[in-house]
T-cell receptor, first 111, second 113 residues
Framework: DAGVTQSPTHLIKTRGQQVTLRCSPKSGHDTVSWYQQALGQGPQFIFQYYEEEERQRGNFPDRFSGHQFPNYSSELNVNALLLGDSALYLC??????????FGSGTRLTVV | GDSVTQMEGPVTLSEEAFLTINCTYTATGYPSLFWYVQYPGEGLQLLLKATKADDKGSNKGFEATYRKETTSFHLEKGSVQVSDSAVYFCAASGSGNTGKLIFGQGTTLQVKP
């Protein structure tokens, strides 16, 4: 049974560009959350999607947006990339009040 | 706002030593508490959890007890192994238990043979 899968694994972008990261939740999970983990820091909550709607959002600017598809997979989009957006982006999925299962993340480097 | 504070690392121990990593939280209400572990180049793995006061979570020899009176959830292991070397994160569920997790800054553990 595949867990949470994220793509791509690594990505290098230039300042000002836009990026899309993808996440497939664990089978049976319907809720997807995204986190940003800067180097040496704990993950920071970006937002959560449920039933194709953004249910909760953390303290991130509007440059960060997302989408959830009918098959529960999700995308994270970041516009106008800044050097400070360089981080590991983690996707987590869950069902009901069960705990999150995390993917291995996408390492984004902005140059 | 809600927050989680962990002891600073890195923590370096010899194999078979006793481990304690301190974690305290500030939250509205009674959050669920978690410890996650992150190995190099990987995502987070749930190590253990506790959902109410005085609950003890345990897994793979690690334990942590939810102490409401001290708002703490310290991680302990009686005898660490080299394979326990990783980064450990304490986390609390956000207000209203909506699924948002609030993480501490992480504590790096290095166990030497």
């Amino acid at each position: 049974d595949a867990g949470v899968t994220q793509s791509p694994t690594h990505l290098i972008k230039t300042r000002g560009q836009q990026v899309t990261l993808r996440c497939s939740p664990k089978s049976g999970h319907d809720t997807v959350s995204w986190y940003q983990q800067a180097l040496g820091q704990g993950p920071q909550f970006i937002f959560q999607y449920y039933e194709e709607e953004e249910r909760q959002r953390g303290n991130f600017p509007d440059r960060f947006s997302g989408h959830q598809f009918p098959n529960y997979s999700s995308e994270l989009n970041v516009n106008a990339l800044l050097l400070g957006d360089s981080a590991l982006y983690l996707c987590a999925s869950s069902f009901g009040d069960r705990e999150d299962t995390f993917g291995s993340g996408t390492r984004l480097t902005v140059v | 706002g809600d927050s989680v504070t962990q002891m600073e690392g890195p923590v370096t121990l010899s194999e078979e030593a006793f481990l304690t990593i301190n974690c305290t939280y500030t939250a509205t209400g009674y959050p669920s508490l978690f410890w996650y572990v992150q190995y190099p180049g990987e995502g987070l793995q749930l190590l253990l959890k506790a959902t109410k006061a005085d609950d003890k979570g345990s897994n793979k020899g690690f334990e942590a007890t939810y102490r409401k009176e001290t708002t703490s959830f310290h991680l302990e292991k009686g005898s660490v192994q080299v394979s326990d070397s990783a980064v450990y994160f304490c986390a609390a569920s956000g207000s209203g238990n909506t699924g948002k997790l609030i993480f501490g800054q992480g504590t790096t553990l290095q166990v030497k043979p």
